[in-house]
Structure formats: C-alpha cells, structure tokens
C-alpha cells in the first residue's frame, strides 16, 4: 500500500546523492523502494536489506517484477532506476545463488534462468523512458540491467564491466545479445571475454552510457532525459558487417586464438562457448537469448565454474580477516631491491606515506623509476600519478624509521644481515610501530634474537610481482601480540591484499609447499629433460607458468636459500639441491631480474623458449605436483596453517595454483585421496622417500 508520510524521506536528508524526491507518494518493499513525484518521473531504488552491497538475488528480481506492476499502473512518465548503497549500483548476480549445484540440477538451473529473464525483459519492454543512473560499481547482473533500460547515465566515478569469465560463466541475464547489439561488436565481446572493467569515460566513448556527470547533475540529466533530450549511440558501423555470418566466423577464430593464450579450453569452456553464441546468433536476438540461457545453465553446474565460485568464496573468507582499523599512516621500507621497492611502490599507490631506504643509492633511483613505470600503467589519471610519487620518498638517511608506523624489512634473505638492521633501527621506532620482515622462508623465532620488543614484530610475506601476487602471508610466532597481528591484517586490507594467517616455521606455507615442486623441476633438468616440457607438464595441469619459469621470476638466488634451510629441516623428503644451481647464483645468473638464469631473457623480460621440446610423458605433472600437494597436507597437520579454506586459498592467490580446480586440497578431494595416496607411492618406490605420502592423508575427510 503506498507510503505517503514524508518522514521515510526527511530521515535521509542531507543527502549526498540524488534519491528521488523528498516530497512524493512512497512505496516500501523489502529491497525496494518506489517513489513519485510531482514530475510523475518514478524512481526504483535499490537496498538491499541486511547488505553491504547491492545483488541481484532470486528475491530481488521477483520484488522487482512486482515493482514494476506498480510502476504500470501509477502513470508514471519516466522510470529512473538507482542504487542507495554509496559503494556502487549493483556488484552482479548474489553469487550465494550459483554455489553447490550441481549436473542434475541443469534444468532447474535453466527454468530460474528462464524466469529471471522474463523479469528483466519486462524492464526492457516499458513504454517509458527508462533511465539506469550509475555510480561505482556496475558488474554483471547490474549492468545487465541497465542495459534493458533506454538510458545509462554514468556518475564520473563508475566502473562498468562483465566478470562472469573470472567464475567460469559467460553473462547470462541478457548481456550476451544486448551488449554487442548496443556497442561494436567486437569491443562487446571483448569487454566479456577478458571480465575487465571500463570506466565511465571509456564506457561513454564505446557508447555503453549515454552521459558522464558527476552527482550534483543527476536531476537535471534525469529529466532530460525523460523529456527526449539525451542523444544517444546505438549499434555501430560495425555491427552491420558482423550481422553476417561469415564476417562473424572470421573475427570468431581470431577470437579464440586469442582467448586459448589466456584460457585454454580444455580448462577453461566459458570464452570459448561465448564466442559460439555469438557466431551462430548474432544478429538475432532471440535466438542468442535463447542459447545464452542454455549455455549459462551447462556451464554453472559444471565443474570448472563450480571451482571458480569457490575460489570467489575462498577470496571473500581472506578479506573478512583484513578488517578493522591499522593505524598505519606512514611506511618505511628497507631495501630497494625488486620486493622492497615494489612494496613501497605499492603502498604509496593505495594512499600511504611511504619512505624507501637503501645502502645503494642507485638501487633507490632504480626502484623510483620502476614506481613511475607501474604508475603510469595503472594508475588513470595524470593526478592519481603524481600523487602517488609525491607519497612515495626515497630517504637516504632513513628519517623515516622515526616517523613510521610499520617499517618493513626486506633485504638479503640471511638471518644475521636482518638481525643486525633490526637491531640498528630497534632505538629509533615509534613506541606502538609495527616492524615486519617480508622474510620469505626465516623463521621468526630466529630473527627475534635480542629484539627488545618481539611482541611487535611480524612476518608480512608478500610475492613476486607485488602487483599482480594478492596474497600477503601474515607469519606469527608465539610471541606477537594479538593486536599486532590484528593491525597486519587490516594493513594488508587498507592496500588491497588479502592476508593468509600461517605459523612461524621454515618457509611457512607457500614456499614450504613450492619448493618440493621447484627442486624436483630442477632433478628432471638433471635427468636431461629440456626446461620447455618440465614446464609445459605444469601448465598443462593449469598452472599459470612451468617451475622452471618461476623460480627465475622468483630469483634463483632466493630459491636457492629456501631450498637449503628447507633441506636442513625436513632431510629426505626434500630432493638433493643440484651444484649447477649454486654454481648459477654465484655467477650472478639469478633469473629474470638479472636477463639470465634458467632461460635467457629478452630486453622486455621475457624468456627465449625453443618451439620443438618434446611433450611431457603422462607422468610428469604428478611428479611435480604431488609434491606440492604432500606438502600442503603436512603443513595441514602440523597446525601451519589452521583450515583447508585459508591453504586453498593461500596456494591459488600466491602461487597461481590452477584456480579452475579449486585448490590443492579441494583437487586431491576431488580427485580421491586414495588415488593421490596410490600415486604417491608408485612415485616413492621409483624415486625415493620424498615422495612418501604424509600421514595426515588419512585423516582427511
């Protein structure tokens, strides 16, 4: 029944964003509110109860249907539709939804999908103006829904974007006709395949929205565009020529070459069954529609999709535990290598004060440089730059320990050389700073040694490339605080990384865990297998690089120091370090970082391969994957690390590990431990006690 007493409104005044009017009949519904003003122009908000952000959620949609029955029968002369959460229009579908199902549901699965999309089609068919206005985030579902309204109206801070590939789908509430019928078909189809996002000003140059402006304007543009005054794009010359077959066919194939770089097929089906769609239907609406639901409910009840979900789970689990508040203002990082700089570089990009400090001055210059290289890239605007660089000091005389609120270390992975700074800057801290060693395999009983205040110190382990690695290993030893621990993980929160919480033991987990993988690469380099089939075994398995690749992209000089404590530690069930490998380090061939180390490498960083390796025999991934694999359990049953959740995770956000399996552990579930167990055991009479299976195989459920 409508809702007439001003009071709903006056409690949101003031405002900083356009609502609709203050003064107008009002109807309240659980997620939905309908307001109408003297103009006749309705506005639909979205709330989503008990939410911190807006979703499309089965309940939604059907409210929705509802609203829009009385938005037919109220008279209204235009229908505005608006989020009233601050952080964006709407994330997407409610990923709650597609969790857990399975094959025999498909049917089910394509009836809801039906369903939702005569919903939404009902938007589209409204005899109206209808008007999407945007702000922030407007990802899958919600921009799925914006495009079945005639206009898109872009706050200057919105980002628009599919990321239905990221989770193993494809869009699946109209996006996949409505798109590539609204802008060029191939940046359409572009924009799906790759799940990046647009920003507003690039979203109004492709014609995905018809305006850009910032909040104060939203009124004005409203009516405008409820009057017929907003000029509008649709289609493009392109799309005439993709409306034939053939055209589509051409433009298909480069498509999926492109797509197979990224995504292979075999482990990845989403891109490839959206370039079908697309070549078999464009053009025809209804037809796409129909094949789009189809395809969407084949690929949500399959594995690589359920998997993928899972991994958006396991993501959603880290950020939970990088909540709250670090006090952490101001950054000093020690040493300006590739970690320490890229750290610092980092940090400043996510509004940090930060000061870099390092014996050798070029070192500081070097890492200077490479922070303006990734800030022009990534960073999109010329002053988010140069603020970014403003924040970030080089301090040659370390000033900055004094005024810090966490300082990092990261220099040479030796124990003494970071006892010996830990000790020289211990007098000159903050009395509540936080000192972290981004150490990447030392135990922090070790590094503790005489430190006055071990209760403040921390393990922040990041990985190689800092940018691109969005896990941070959150090391703690029996003597930290709580509420230092507390304050690393909201640090890892305040600048976008997700925090893995492990115990202090060599190498933690994800080193403890790579290295059996690494060094049993490096026997099989001993065996005489060429380096491009060790590699192509792993990324055939769907790592996203071979072993031999990654231990040059991690430095085979830190590999090395790894590899050898881990030795001391756990004897036998580590293979024998090779010579060669040390010969390599003290020759100065330490990887990418030095143009030379397993492979060579070209002026861009990347490695010389030969194209005629031979292909990697049937058994080859289980040698380097297994391994990996024990390890994690061990780590499982010692207590390293508390649940299957956070190793999943951890392994997939550091390392890469293969995402469409869901996990190590999730993988060897899935693949039965008993057959893991099984191979394990062919492995260890062939080559040895290192790959006798762990105990704690057993015990997993």
Same mark, same amino acid.
């Given at each position: ?288 529609? +129909? ?86 890239? +990534? ?213 990418? +970082? ?100 762990? +105990? ?6």
């Amino acid at each position: 029944m409508p809702v007439t007493d001003t009071s709903v409104w006056n409690t949101l005044a003031p405002r900083d964003m356009e609502l609709g009017p203050r003064n107008g009949s009002a109807k309240i519904l659980t997620d939905w509110r309908i307001v109408k003003g003297e103009d006749d122009i309705a506005w639909l908000i979205l709330d989503r109860a008990n939410e911190s952000t807006n979703t499309l959620s089965e309940a939604v949609l059907a409210e929705l249907e509802t609203a829009l029955d009385d938005i037919r029968n109220m008279g209204a002369r235009g229908l505005v539709i608006r989020s009233a959460k601050k952080n964006g229009f709407i994330a997407g579908a409610d990923i709650r939804d597609f969790r857990g199902v399975t094959a025999q549901e498909e049917h089910e699965v394509e009836k809801r999908m039906t369903r939702a999309h005569e919903i939404i089609d009902r938007l589209a068919a409204l005899d109206i103006p209808t008007i999407a206005v945007i702000h922030g985030h407007c990802l899958g579902g919600g921009l799925e829904l914006a495009l079945a309204c005639k206009y898109r109206l872009a706050i200057s801070d919105a980002k628009l974007g599919f990321p239905e590939v990221l989770l193993g789908l494809h869009p699946g509430l109209g996006g996949t006709f409505r798109l590539t019928a609204l802008i060029d078909p191939v940046e359409a189809m572009t924009m799906m395949l790759t799940g990046r996002t647009v920003y507003a000003k690039k979203a109004k140059t492709l014609g995905l929205v018809d305006v850009v402006m910032e909040e104060r304007h939203v009124e004005n543009a409203v009516r405008a565009a409820v009057s017929g005054h907003v000029k509008t794009r649709r289609g493009s010359l392109k799309s005439g020529v993709f409306g034939f077959q053939p055209a589509r066919r051409i433009a298909a194939r480069q498509m999926r070459a492109q797509a197979e770089k990224h995504a292979p097929q075999r482990h990845y089906p989403a891109p490839y069954r959206l370039i079908d769609l697309w070549e078999e239907h464009g053009g025809d609406a209804r037809a796409m529609q +129909k094949a789009e639901i189809r395809s969407f409910s084949e690929l949500l009840v399959g594995d690589t999709a359920q998997n993928l979900i899972r991994v958006f789970f396991l993501r959603e689990k880290l950020k939970g535990a990088a909540k709250g508040e670090s006090g952490i203002r101001h950054v000093h990082v020690i040493g300006a290598g590739t970690m320490g700089g890229d750290i610092a570089a980092w940090c400043a990009a996510r509004g940090l004060s930060v000061s870099l400090s390092d014996l050798d001055r070029n070192a500081l210059a070097k890492a200077v440089g490479r922070a303006a290289e990734f800030y022009d890239k +990534k960073l999109h605007s010329g002053i988010e730059r140069r603020d970014a660089l403003d924040r970030l000091m080089p301090d040659f005389e370390q000033s900055g320990i004094a005024k810090a609120d966490l300082i990092i270390e990261a220099i040479a992975e030796k124990a003494d050389i970071k006892r010996r700074v830990f000790e020289a800057i211990a007098p000159k801290m903050k009395k509540n700073a936080l000192l972290a060693t981004n150490t990447s395999s030392i135990p922090l009983e070790v590094l503790r040694e005489n430190l006055p205040f071990a209760d403040r110190l921390v393990g922040l382990h990041f990985f190689n490339p800092v940018a691109k690695m969005e896990l941070v290993e959150i090391v703690a030893h029996d003597q930290a605080a709580p509420s230092t621990l507390d304050r690393a993980r909201a640090f890892c929160g305040a600048i976008g990384k997700l925090p893995a919480a492990v115990k202090s033991a060599p190498g933690f987990l994800v080193n403890r865990a790579l290295t059996p993988y690494l060094v049993e690469a490096f026997v099989m380099l001993d065996e005489g297998t060429a380096r491009e089939t060790i590699d192509r075994a792993a990324t055939d398995f769907g790592m996203p690089m071979g072993p031999i690749e990654l231990a040059d992209r991690v430095g085979l000089d830190i590999g090395l120091e790894v590899a050898r404590m881990l030795k001391e530690s756990f004897g036998s069930s580590m293979p024998e370090i090779p010579a060669w490998l040390t010969q390599k380090v003290e020759a100065g061939e330490t990887g990418r +970082k030095a143009g030379k180390g397993l492979y060579d490498y070209d002026d861009k960083g990347r490695p010389k391969k030969a194209s005629d390796a031979a292909a990697p025999g049937p058994e080859m991934a289980d040698r380097l994957i297994l391994p990996m694999l024990n390890t994690c359990m061990a780590c499982l049953r010692e207590g390293i690390v508390a649940d299957v959740d956070t190793l999943d995770g951890a392994m997939i956000f550091a390392t890469g590990f293969a995402p469409f399996r869901g996990g190590p552990i999730h993988y060897a579930r899935t693949r039965g431990t008993d057959d893991i167990v099984a191979a394990l055991e062919r492995l260890e009479e062939r080559y040895g006690p290192r790959f006798t299976p762990d +105990k704690g195989w057993k015990n997993l459920t």
